[in-house]
Nanobody, 128 residues
């Protein structure tokens, strides 16, 4: 079992930046593929970005050019650097992990169904 804890959410004005962190513990064998998803009030959860253990990355169109996903394997930590934030980015952001993410690789963008382990979320609020 993988335990994921997110950090770094907060409130920021449009155009600002935030960096989210996700620390993984437990069965790290099942963290080869890790990603960030988000859910805004009244909306379904959507993918933001995914990274595989070999460094391959996959982004949602909304994140391309503004967000960067990265990981520090020595610290078992996943990051999401978010720049030029917009009010539409306001959501609860979730970290996710699993051994494989074949759906993400096949489609070239994050797929929620690939992931079995989830964090509790961290809130990001962007004001205009």
């Amino acid at each position: 079992q993988v335990h994921l804890v997110e950090f770094g959410g907060g409130s920021v004005q449009a155009g600002g930046s935030l960096r989210l962190s996700c620390v993984a513990s437990g069965d790290l064998y099942n963290t080869y593929c890790m990603g960030w998803f988000r859910q805004a009030p009244g909306k379904e959860r959507e993918g933001v970005a995914v990274v595989e253990g070999d460094g391959s990355t996959y982004y949602a169109d909304s994140a391309k050019g503004r967000f960067t996903i990265s990981q520090d394997n020595a610290k078992n930590t996943l990051y999401l650097q978010m720049n030029n934030l917009k009010p539409d980015d306001t959501a609860m952001y979730y970290c996710a992990a699993d051994r494989f993410c074949g759906g993400t690789v096949f489609h070239g963008s994050p797929r929620e169904a690939d992931f079995g382990s989830w964090g509790q979320g961290t809130q990001v609020t962007v004001s205009s």
